[in-house]
């Protein structure tokens, strides 16, 4: 079975600072990952997505992750908040056992971005 | 850019009424994904449709039925509808076969509120 954990339920950060959004997953298969980012209110938005080639993926609006199969991590950061990235960002894992496409979620971050 | 639509956005039926979502892909867009988002929670996957057949299943009630009609359209039709049932309704397509490398385009949502 296909999981992915996110290590924080909230993250708080000011203007300008870093951001590092948690990520692990378990697989059994060489797992393609996402990270979606869902604004108040809208829809799925996807940021980036690993599909084994570079293991550092970059994404839109200055976000990035990098895969580490030993840690079985998918982190997602970005050098330097905007107030407008606070929103809820899920780690995604497609289902790669039935091949279908289908994505599992994990539970969600919260970030918010202070002034 | 066509994107994803979803019709209607907001709906609020009572306790044992019927629904009816529809989900428009994107413009050659061949497969389409059902997902459930309960209140704070994450995204849960019902049901894939690729070239009008069903490619998977998931955690969808007996009482939901679901169909991929000749212009790659979706219905979900809800009966019996309970409290419970109340959630964002996302649908997301994408061309081609599914598989799980393969990036998903979300539509923004039906918001379905069962009193």
């Known amino acids: 079975a296909q999981s992915v954990t996110q290590l924080d339920s909230h993250v708080s950060v000011s203007e300008g600072t870093p951001v590092l959004l948690r990520c692990n997953y378990s697989?059994?298969?060489?797992?393609?990952l996402f990270w979606y980012v869902q604004h108040p209110n809208k829809g799925l938005q996807l940021l980036l997505k690993?599909?084994?080639?570079?293991?550092l993926v970059k994404g839109i609006n200055g976000f990035e992750a990098e895969f580490k199969k030993s840690e079985t991590s998918f982190h997602l950061t970005k050098p330097s908040a905007h107030m407008s990235d606070a929103a809820e960002y899920f780690c995604?894992?497609?289902?790669?056992?039935?091949?279908?496409?289908?994505?599992?979620f994990g539970q969600g971050t919260t970030l918010q971005v202070k002034p | 850019a066509a994107g994803v639509i979803q019709s209607p956005r907001h709906l609020i039926k009572e306790k044992r009424e019927t629904a009816t979502l529809k989900c428009y892909p994107i413009?050659?867009?061949?497969?389409v994904y059902w997902y459930q988002q309960g209140p704070g929670q994450d995204p849960q996957f019902l049901i894939s449709?690729?070239?009008?057949?069903?490619?998977d299943k998931g955690s969808i009630p007996d009482r939901f039925s679901a169909q991929q009609f000749s212009d790659y359209h979706s219905e979900l039709n809800m009966s019996s509808l309970e409290l419970g049932d109340s959630a964002l309704y996302f649908c997301?397509?994408?061309?081609?076969?599914?598989?799980?490398?393969?990036?998903?385009?979300f539509g923004p949502g039906t918001r379905l509120t069962v009193l």
């Open positions: 995604v894992v497609s289902d790669r056992s039935s091949n279908t496409g289908k994505l599992i």
């Open positions: 697989s059994s298969y060489s797992p393609s």
């Open positions: 690993y599909t084994s080639a570079a293991t």
């Open positions: 413009p050659r867009h061949d497969t």
């Open positions: 449709f690729y070239e009008k057949m069903q490619s």
């Open positions: 997301a397509s994408l061309f081609g076969q599914p598989r799980a490398y393969n990036e998903q385009f």
